[in-house]
């Protein structure tokens, strides 16, 4: 039940969908190399920026950007990440598909404290640090496409609306090998809808975290909250002059609430429209080739686009089909030249392990249903950061069952996993290979199979509609 959070008020004038040109953000270079491990700073921010054009709009950024700066990383050489906490609000760091040691995860009760005057009591007894803090990243992961984003227990839905979201892109030699296309060919893209107050200012339709209240949302927005304006790395509706050939864009639902299905239009006249090479958390054995791609809060699909199928002077809308009107449209590629293209994507990928059934030691069933108008539960239960919900083994693989009573994309923190069922039937066609983030349909239970390698310690998973993780559909499960 509840309202869909879409509340009208008057707004900046938006522009003309599909002529602010791409941006791409910078890729962040290391302060320091030392012992084989490289040292990067990050502050956070506010900053005012120009995304609808002639107003200015304040964001709290990682170093003032939004989306933050990309780090780029390879596969087991470890980096430190100091946080510098220049905002007046508690931050927590998470890196949305690392493997990361429990207290460097961004558990939404360790928190980074503004360097002085905050007097909060909203801090739940964890971790804290004041206005800095470390976060070390072994990153004992295959090559994937990760993002980082604000945690905060009650405010990670605002703190992320103002912008605390960026990429991590890890590497690793398998994926260097693959002639997929590189370098300026390969493009990630932030989805993300935004509302903005008539003087351009974001429109968080609830509580301001800077209140210290309890909660970063109020029971209005029991759906979460939905923008009308949609951003891909920042700039509404913006247009990406491209050659007439494959591009890999690296697609990242990064919406507090908004679920997608893109498609090209028009489509190419042969061939799928999009490729998909991998999924949140690595690449995928064999690619697959889709004509949409469906995203939930959270999920990334790493595909790749041939713009040589269209002739030169093409312009292609990428919309989404989920909705019409103005959150119908999110971007535009204009295929400007023909190009030389080495690239190609190859029958096989990398080495894909299915797990089976039969490896998982332990089924655990997990219902995500609403509380009462002022919340979501899991089992019956609102968050507390104190309780565990789970304890697997280190080492174990699990079978999960959710079942729930609405669109739920769940996220596990550290374990990746893989889908085994939907409604009793195969995987989707959305579900191949490693995953983080799932999204769960109202009514039909799901079945994943996860991992819990990496770390002992405690770790959380939830709903990745970021009003609901707010609102209390959060859990800890105990790696021991
Ligand atoms: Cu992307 Cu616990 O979050
Ligand atoms: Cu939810």
Redesign the pocket.
Same mark, same amino acid.
């Given at each position: 039940g509840g309202s869909t959070g879409a509340v009208r008020r008057s707004r900046a004038r938006t522009p003309a969908p599909f002529r602010t040109p791409l941006p791409v953000p910078s890729v962040l270079k290391p302060s320091r190399t030392q012992g084989g491990v490289d040292y990067y700073d990050i502050v956070q921010k506010p900053a005012q920026v120009e995304i609808l054009p002639g107003t200015k709009t304040e964001i709290w950024g990682y170093n003032g950007q939004f989306p933050g700066p990309t780090l780029a990383t390879r596969s087991g050489r470890p980096i430190v990440v100091r946080h510098t906490n220049e905002l007046e609000v508690p931050v927590a760091v998470?890196l +949305?598909?690392g493997r990361t040691p429990p207290e460097h995860d961004?558990f939404?009760t360790d928190l980074i404290l503004p360097g002085s005057g905050w007097e909060g009591h909203d801090t739940h007894g964890g971790d804290l640090s004041r206005g800095s803090r470390e976060y070390h990243y072994p990153l004992e992961q295959p090559a994937a496409t990760l993002?980082y984003?604000d #945690?905060r227990m009650d405010f =990670?839905g605002p703190q992320v609306y103002y912008g605390l979201a960026g990429f991590h892109l890890v590497h690793d030699e398998a994926e260097d090998n693959l002639p997929l296309p590189k370098g300026e060919r390969d493009i990630p893209l932030m989805i993300c809808d935004r509302s903005f107050t008539a003087d351009g200012a974001f429109d968080y339709p609830a509580v301001d975290p800077s209140l210290k209240g309890e909660h970063g949302v109020t029971e209005d927005f029991m759906e979460g909250v939905l923008g009308d304006v949609i951003l891909v790395n920042g700039a509404p509706w913006p247009v990406l002059e491209v050659d007439a050939a494959r591009y890999r864009f690296r697609l990242l639902n990064a919406s507090n609430a908004r679920r997608y299905r893109l498609a090209l239009d028009p489509g190419p006249q042969s061939g799928s429209a999009f490729v998909q090479v991998g999924s949140d958390v690595g690449l995928l054995g064999r690619p697959i080739g889709h004509d949409e791609i469906q995203m939930a809060p959270?999920e990334r699909f790493d595909v790749v686009v041939d713009f040589s199928k269209f002739p030169v002077g093409t312009r292609i809308d990428m919309v989404n089909k989920l909705d019409d009107g103005d959150t119908g449209k999110v971007m535009q590629f204009h295929v400007v030249r023909k190009a030389s293209d080495n690239s190609r994507v190859p029958t096989k990928l990398v080495d894909f392990e299915p797990l089976s059934r039969s490896s998982a030691t332990v089924t655990r069933k997990f219902d995500f249903n609403q509380r009462s108008d002022d919340g979501w539960d899991i089992n019956g239960k609102a968050y507390d950061p104190e309780r565990d919900d789970a304890v697997p083994e280190l080492g174990a693989t699990e079978i999960w069952r959710f079942d729930g009573d609405a669109h739920h994309p769940i +996220?596990l +923190?550290l374990a990746h996993f893989q889908v085994l069922s939907r409604n009793q039937n195969d995987p989707g066609p959305y579900d191949s290979g490693w995953k983080? =983030?799932i999204d769960l349909e109202s009514g039909k239970e799901m079945e994943i199979i996860a991992r819990f390698t990496g770390y002992r310690g405690r770790y959380?998973? #939830?709903c +990745?509609n970021l009003e609901h993780?707010d609102m209390g559909m959060?859990a800890n499960f105990r790696v021991r």
């Open positions: 998470h +949305h598909g961004g939404p993002w984003h #945690h =990670t959270a +996220h +923190h983080d =983030t959380v998973f #939830h +990745h993780e959060m």
